[in-house]
């Protein structure tokens, strides 16, 4: 009951971080507070993820949940790697201008004493 409460609440401070990041990132605005109530609703009736994984073909609900959160992690790292290599590539992008913007005609030889 102690653990249930906590979680709860963790979820709950995780839907205000969502609400108040809405503006900023769109999904997280709309996908947390979706995946925190589905969470607080596991929590208070963990024999709901056995139902679930019945009726997918899974044997155990625990086994479901570790399956989904498989597949959440991999979809995460996969857009973290998606927004390092656009970063990656503006970044470029900057250095080749600064360096064009900066850049000067070398002076012949016998002119730069």
Do not use: C, N
């Amino acid at each position: 009951m102690i653990f249930s409460a906590l979680v709860t609440l963790l979820l709950l401070g995780l839907i205000v971080y969502a609400m108040l990041q809405k503006g900023q990132f769109p999904l997280i605005g709309r996908t947390l507070p979706f995946v925190a109530l589905l969470g607080i609703y596991v929590v208070w009736f963990p024999d709901s993820t056995s139902q679930a994984a019945h009726w997918v073909g899974i044997g155990r609900g625990a086994d479901l949940m570790l399956y989904l959160w498989s597949l959440v992690s991999g979809l995460l790292i996969l857009a973290l790697r998606l927004k390092f290599v656009t970063y990656e590539r503006r970044l470029t992008e900057l250095a080749r201008h600064v360096a064009l913007v900066g850049a000067t005609v070398p002076r012949p030889p016998e002119e730069r004493e």
